[in-house]
């Protein structure tokens, strides 16, 4: 799992995706790159709210952070009381899971008056979440998880695909894009989705901090073998040929280390 440094991103992650949950959920068909409403939205289910913010005017990683750990959020009422029920269990996992001697490191809490910023989690297409908390950015901050009308389309409404994005609103970026991904996967781009690469760029230590912790197969951040593949063959194989990637049910122990570590925790 990978922090963002907003200051230092470049432009190639100016472009990317509508949301759409890739790992666990291979077949989800996804939609090419798009910037939607002015914002951009990037490798998967990242968003960012302006170009520049990615280019890294008035950014940094201390920006990324959320004021004491604490992430306030306005639940929208598209989703029914047992969704919402889903989505704060979540967010009640990943606060229990990171908490230091029953002190709670993260923080999600209904918005109150006085709070500068904010989490809108609202309905709509895919499963996609601002990055962070973004001081300086005057809009409102989004996370959007898509309420199933088939089978087919449900991916959203799992415990371990809300992690995801709420670690995405933490900060985090994918753990398959990882500065040093290079010495843990191969990347079969012959099999992936044509318009799709993009899914697989990997970041630099210049745009990102691994935190010194080991590169984490096991991570809710890492997608999996087949995603966005064309032929249902792997995209991404690990080097470790015992490795499970794209488990998406419950936080790693390096993705609580890497929390606890970003925020400060003690």
Not at 15 to 27: D, E, N, Q, R, T
Not at 216 to 222: A, G, P, R, T, V
Request: proline share 5%.
């Amino acid at each position: 799992m990978t922090v963002v440094k907003p200051t230092m991103i470049s432009c190639w992650i100016i472009v990317k995706i509508l949301g759409a949950l890739v790992s666990a959920y291979p077949s989800q068909q996804f939609l090419p790159v798009q910037v939607k409403d002015g914002e951009y939205l990037v490798g998967g289910d990242m968003i960012f709210p302006t170009q520049n913010m990615m280019r890294g005017v008035a950014q940094s990683t201390a920006g990324t952070r959320w004021t004491n750990g604490i992430v306030p959020y306005v639940m929208s009422t598209g989703f029914t009381a047992q969704q919402q029920t889903l989505i704060t269990g979540a967010m009640r996992n990943i606060e229990r899971l990171t908490a230091i001697s029953n002190r709670k490191c993260v923080q999600f809490r209904p918005k109150i008056v006085t709070d500068r910023y904010s989490i809108l989690i609202k309905t709509g297409s895919g499963c996609s979440s601002h990055v962070g908390q973004n001081t300086g950015w005057t809009g409102q901050l989004e996370l959007t998880l898509q309420v199933p009308t088939t089978p087919q389309d449900s991916h959203c409404m799992h415990e371990g695909t809300i992690m995801h994005e709420l670690l995405h609103t933490l900060g985090f970026q994918h753990e398959h894009q990882r500065s040093d991904r290079d010495s843990f996967l191969t990347i079969n781009y012959a099999n992936i989705q044509n318009g799709y690469a993009f899914a697989f760029d990997k970041l630099t230590s210049a745009n990102s901090d691994n935190q010194g912790t080991p590169y984490d197969y096991n991570s809710i951040m890492h997608y999996g073998r087949t995603s966005f593949s064309s032929n249902g063959q792997p995209t991404m194989v690990p080097k470790n040929p015992t490795a499970t990637i794209g488990d998406r049910t419950t936080l790693s122990p390096i993705d609580i280390q890497e929390i606890q570590k970003f925020y400060q925790c003690k």
